[in-house]
């Protein structure tokens, strides 16, 4: 089934299922913050508040995020798109280019993003060549901002005429 033919529908595909961007963070053993562009957050439950987002194994940081007790989602908002590209690309040097702190609960959280949500890490699952984080929300805070959309390789805000 997996055929280069069939990859290729899939990505095309999933790049037109438009997404929301998050800039997933944790804390690496020295207790330095690290990060990355993630679009695979989706949310799993009310009861209690739980999310998941999926790693590529090839990750950097997958130590880091498997030996961490937490990570933060942070929503990026539509004036965010640089951090979308800088904490997507290959350089390591991504929180220079942030406005960023440490949260009461020693996680890296992005200044003025849209949202926050801090989470401890309840179960991870090994999926393919991705592995599954679920977390458990222990903090989170809201702005009130315009949200980043991510559609066909692109970032912006919402298009004006939507909803039509
Ligand atoms: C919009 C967007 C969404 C992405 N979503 C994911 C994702 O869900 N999971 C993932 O592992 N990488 C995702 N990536 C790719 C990583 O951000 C990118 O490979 C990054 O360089 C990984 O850094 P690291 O190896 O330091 O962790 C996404 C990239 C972009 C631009």
Not at 18 to 35: F, Q, R
Request: with cysteine; hydrophobic share 40%.
């Amino acid at each position: 089934m997996t055929n280069l033919e069939t990859v290729d529908t899939f990505k095309q595909i999933m790049g037109s299922y438009p997404t929301g961007v998050t800039i997933i963070t944790t804390v690496n053993e020295d207790g330095s913050p690290v990060g990355l562009t993630v679009n695979s957050f989706a949310s799993v439950s009310l009861d209690p508040l739980m999310v998941l987002w999926c790693l590529d194994r090839k990750s950097t940081h997958l130590n880091a995020f498997k030996n961490s007790i937490g990570f933060a989602v942070n929503i990026l908002a539509a004036d965010q798109c640089e951090l979308c590209w800088a904490f997507a690309g290959k350089s390591l040097d991504r929180f220079s280019k942030a406005d960023w702190s440490y949260s009461e609960n020693n996680l890296p959280v992005i200044s003025e993003s849209l949202g926050v949500m801090e989470c401890k890490t309840v179960q991870t699952i090994e999926a393919g060549d991705h592995i599954i984080f679920i977390g458990q929300i222990i903090d989170i805070v809201k702005r009130d901002k315009e949200p980043m959309l991510y559609f066909r390789r692109n970032v912006g805000l919402i298009p004006e005429g939507w909803p039509v």
